[in-house]
């Protein structure tokens, strides 16, 4: 799959941006707010994102995913290789973290964006 895929994947979400910040990191954006992270470099870390509570406890008792460094508190996971999950898991994840990330935008963003 590799970083690519993800670049590919994330930026087709509508209004989404990429940044690389912190020396290798690209990060995914929607009206400024993260919600994807992945590195450039090999690291211990494949992708990072955010999910559900819920789905934080169930991610995190699988093998190689951990609460994300730094974003846990948040409810960010990492996936420490990039097949801990089957891609299309990944997918649906990724568009999950980008939906709770959009949600949580203020409404004026979000009428900015062209959302609801």
Do not use: N
């Amino acid at each position: 799959m590799g970083v690519e895929w993800v670049r590919r994947f994330c930026l087709s979400c509508p209004h989404a941006t990429e940044q690389v910040q912190w020396g290798d990191a690209l990060v995914f954006k929607v009206g400024g707010k993260m919600f994807a992270v992945t590195s450039l470099e090999p690291s211990g870390v494949y992708l990072s994102f955010k999910c559900t509570a819920e789905e934080f406890g169930e991610l995190t008792d699988l093998p190689d995913i951990i609460p994300a460094p730094y974003l846990a508190r948040a409810q960010w996971v990492a996936l420490e290789r990039e097949d801990a999950l089957p891609a299309a898991e990944i997918k649906r994840l990724l568009r999950k973290s980008y939906d709770l990330v959009f949600a949580k935008l203020t409404k004026k963003s979000r009428t900015a964006l062209g959302g609801r």
